[in-house]
C-alpha cells in the first residue's frame, strides 16, 4: 500500500491548511528528538500520528498546541504564529485533567467562563448540550470520583468541545482505557468528529485505533522523529467495528506496522 502525500495534492481552495508546521526542529539539551517536521492539517481533517516510542509524537503535538516552543521552525494556525495556548486549540491529554470538585455540569461550564457575552444559564445549557453529545446525559451531578475511565474521558472530550475550538489535540486519549471501552471511545470519537466537523490530531500508538479513527495517518522514524509516511485512509465513514476485520483495513495496519519497525 502506498502513502499518499496530501498536503501535496490539495486544490488551490485549501492552500492555508488549519494548523501548518513548517522545518520544525526540536532538541532537549543534546537529544533530537524532531527534525525537519513539514507537515499540514486541513479544515475538517482527522490526523492520526503513529510511531515508535520515543519518537516525537507528544512533542509534536505539544508544539502544535503552544504548550511548548521548537527549536528550529515555525507553527501557523490558520494562518497566524502559533507562541502559545490558544482557545482555538483544545487538548485532550491520557489522563484527564479534571476539576474534582466540580460536578460533570460544572465541569464544562467552567471551561466556558472565558467566553464573553454568555450568561451561567447559558453557559449551563451548552454544557448540558455537550454532556449529551458524549452520552453523559443523568449524570450532570455527579462527580470525577464516581466516574469510570471511559465516562471520565468522555467528561474530558466534553469540555473541550464546549468552546468549539477549530482543532482539537488528543495525546493518547484512550491509552489508559481497558480494550472494551478504548473500542466504544473510537465510535464514540468518530461520531462526536462527524457531528462538529473539525480538525483533529490523535497520537497514539495503536495503529488499528489510527486507521479506524483517521483521514490519514502519519508515521514518524523512531527518534529524532521525522515523516517516514503520510498515508491517506480510503475507508468509507461511519467507521464500524465489522470494518476491523476486512482485508482492507487490515492491509492498512500491516502496511504502518511495517513502516514502525523497519530497520
Not at 488549519?18 to 524532531?34: A, Y
Request: aromatic share 6%.
Amino acid at each position: 500500500m502506498s502513502g499518499t502525500d496530501t498536503g501535496n495534492t490539495r486544490t488551490a481552495q485549501d492552500v492555508e491548511p488549519r494548523i501548518g508546521v513548517r522545518d520544525v526542529s526540536m532538541s532537549f539539551g543534546e537529544l533530537n528528538v524532531l527534525e525537519h517536521i513539514d507537515l499540514d492539517f486541513h479544515e475538517n481533517e482527522f490526523v492520526a500520528v503513529v510511531g515508535a516510542s520515543g519518537c516525537g509524537k507528544s512533542t509534536l503535538l505539544s508544539i502544535i498546541g503552544g504548550l511548548l516552543e521548537p527549536t528550529q521552525g515555525s507553527v501557523t494556525a490558520a494562518g497566524q504564529p502559533v507562541t502559545g495556548p490558544g482557545r482555538d486549540r483544545g487538548i485532550v491529554f491520557q489522563q484527564p485533567a479534571l476539576l474534582p470538585w466540580l460536578s460533570c455540569l460544572n465541569n464544562v461550564e467552567f471551561a466556558l467562563r472565558g467566553e464573553e457575552g454568555l450568561s451561567k444559564a447559558e453557559r449551563l445549557e451548552i454544557a448540558r448540550r455537550h454532556l449529551a453529545d458524549v452520552k453523559l446525559s443523568g449524570f450532570e451531578d455527579a462527580y470525577p470520583n464516581e466516574l469510570s475511565g471511559g465516562m471520565k474521558q468522555r467528561l474530558a472530550l466534553a469540555r473541550s468541545l464546549s468552546y468549539r475550538p477549530s482543532v482539537l489535540l488528543m495525546d493518547e486519549p484512550f491509552g489508559a482505557l481497558d480494550a472494551l471501552t478504548r473500542q466504544e471511545m473510537q465510535i464514540l470519537l468518530t461520531q462526536v468528529w462527524e457531528a462538529n466537523r473539525m480538525t483533529v490530531m490523535m497520537v497514539t500508538h495503536d495503529i488499528e485505533e489510527a486507521v479506524f479513527t483517521a483521514d490519514r495517518v502519519v508515521v514518524l522514524t523512531p527518534r529524532p522523529g521525522r515523516i517516514r509516511e503520510d498515508i491517506a485512509i480510503d475507508l468509507p465513514r461511519p467507521r464500524t467495528q465489522e470494518m476491523i476485520a476486512t482485508e482492507r483495513f487490515q492491509s492498512y495496519v500491516q502496511h504502518i506496522w511495517d513502516l514502525i519497525h523497519e530497520g
